[in-house]
């Protein structure tokens, strides 16, 4: 069934993605009442009905589209996290972040995105970025390729000699060991600043227009879909234990994304100077 599935141009899919965002995301796009955001684990991390709701549209939609598969979604694991087992599981599994960047959502900020990945027993198989407030479908497939809004999209390399631009986790959602962790970064020929969505960080980094991020937490409905788009963009990531990241967890964090494997390894050697 997976095979027969993924062998389709998956065009489903990405219209499933967006009519989630037209029905559930867009309408409640600056605006919202105060009663509809609610806070999670401090007053940076915030919940909306929009996130929920539209986590509900694709829980179904999905996984009609691929009977068997299952739904790992941020706010289902917010309310039991036993949920995310499934990412370990035998079952193909959607991972999905309804609204990536939802402090961005809650203040106007069109830098938001829905973020979608297929996966099974740990490998990524096609993913969706969907940035409805700036009109951006960034899509991959493992071994096809990313294209964004259907042109193909290439990381390249950075240029010589110019500061590399770099995201890393923001620091109002990092410990003061994380930020330590991250610090080299914040050094000579190295522009670091802040991230924003991170499903939108990565497809920067797979249109050239970023070189590098790093990040110190794991949670999968962020990184998934972003790492497949880098991949078939031509992109690299590893942790700053020089692993493949794995969306099943227990990694050694910090880790790193980039343009190319020579940027990467130098990330990750600035990385592993903090230790």
């Given at each position: ?6 062998s389709g141009d998956l065009t489903d899919v990405e ?261």
């Open positions: 069934m997976l095979e027969d599935f993924l219209e499933a993605v967006r009519k989630a965002a037209a029905a559930e995301i867009m309408p409640r796009f600056r605006q919202l009442a105060a009663h509809e955001i609610v806070e999670k684990n401090g007053p940076h991390d915030l919940v909306t009905v929009a996130d929920r709701l539209a986590e509900e549209h694709l829980t179904a939609a999905l996984t009609t589209l691929l009977p068997g598969s299952v739904v790992v979604g941020e706010e289902a694991v917010h309310a039991d996290p036993a949920v995310l087992e499934a990412v370990r599981g035998g079952d193909p599994v959607w991972i999905v972040d309804p609204v990536d960047g939802t402090r961005q959502f809650v203040h106007g900020d069109p830098g938001f995105a829905t973020l979608v990945c297929l996966a099974h027993r740990g490998e990524l198989l096609a993913s969706w970025t969907y940035a409805p407030a700036l009109e951006l479908m960034a899509v991959a497939r493992r071994g096809g390729g990313a294209r964004l809004n259907g042109a193909p999209l290439r990381a390249g390399s950075p240029e010589p000699g110019r500061e590399l631009q770099l995201a890393v986790s923001h620091h109002d959602f990092t410990t003061d060991a994380q930020k330590r962790a991250l610090s080299p970064l914040f050094g000579d020929g190295l522009a670091a600043r802040p991230c924003g969505s991170a499903g939108l960080e990565y497809l920067h980094i797979a249109q050239g227009t970023l070189d590098g991020l790093a990040f110190s937490w794991e949670n999968p409905w962020d990184h998934a879909a972003g790492l497949l788009l880098v991949a078939e963009a031509g992109g690299a990531a590893a942790t700053v234990a020089g692993r493949p990241f794995r969306i099943e967890g227990g990694n050694t964090l910090p880790f790193a994304a980039a343009r190319d494997e020579a940027t990467l390894r130098h990330i990750l050697s600035l990385l592993a100077s903090a230790g």
